[in-house]
């Protein structure tokens, strides 16, 4: 009795002294998403990395204008959108070994998608990829750039040719093809892969609890890159 006792004031003190950090989301399922109890693979890897400790990760999800504001204000301590320009005071948090691989979707036509078929085209892209080179070396290209908010959306528009390509991955194009009621056997990937996106994080160094949070994580061993 006594044991059972001491364990339930520990946790009892254990969370009274819980920090809540808040961490910015955008919807991108399977890996980040309101919609799922989970609220995808990346908050679950997320929540792995905080879990026995003294931080309350409280995701909240945005939409892209919100989540460019909170992060061009400061006014943030983690970010699963990256910052428009990185700098020396951002932190990528990775998460998993794991990366994404990013290519061009188009309709599925007889011929090879390398995807290096670009002059004039209209590419869907999602927020978290504009900080990827590859973004600017398609504008470089003579092709134009439309801004959606979900894979989905983007997906929408191929459909309705609207948009030539959705720049994405594989998991995320089979999700939203799925929620479209449209078999992504019809869909076509570029040969070329153009980027691999980690499984990450952005902590912002001018948090009150960024030191306590970059501590806790390096403790843990997970890999924090500076830019």
């Avoid at 003579?142 to 390509?165: F, M, P």
Wanted: glycine share 2%.
């Amino acid at each position: 009795m006594y044991q059972i006792i001491v364990g339930l004031l520990c946790c009892c003190i254990f969370t009274s002294q819980a920090q809540d950090i808040d961490v910015i989301a955008f919807e991108y399922p399977p890996y980040l998403t309101q919609y799922s109890a989970d609220q995808g693979e990346a908050v679950v890897l997320l929540q792995r990395a905080f879990a026995y400790s003294a931080l309350n990760t409280n995701v909240k999800f945005v939409n892209s204008t919100t989540a460019q504001k909170q992060l061009n204000s400061n006014n943030w301590c983690l970010s699963f959108l990256p910052p428009k320009t990185p700098s020396a005071l951002h932190l990528q948090v990775i998460l998993a070994d794991k990366t994404i691989p990013l290519m061009l979707f188009r309709l599925a036509e007889p011929h090879v998608f390398i995807g290096n078929e670009l002059k004039d085209k209209v590419i869907a892209h999602l927020p978290i990829s504009l900080e990827d080179r590859k973004i600017r070396s398609f504008v470089d290209a003579e092709a134009k750039l439309q801004l959606v908010e979900t894979i989905e959306q983007g997906l929408s528009l191929l459909l309705e040719q609207k948009v030539d390509y959705v720049y994405g991955d594989q998991q995320g194009i089979n999700f939203a093809a799925n929620k479209l009621n449209f078999p992504a056997m019809l869909l076509q990937d570029s040969a070329m892969v153009f980027y691999q996106f980690p499984m990450a994080v952005w902590l912002n160094a001018q948090c009150k609890n960024a030191e306590v949070i970059k501590s806790h994580l390096t403790e843990k061993k997970y890999q924090i890159k500076s830019f």
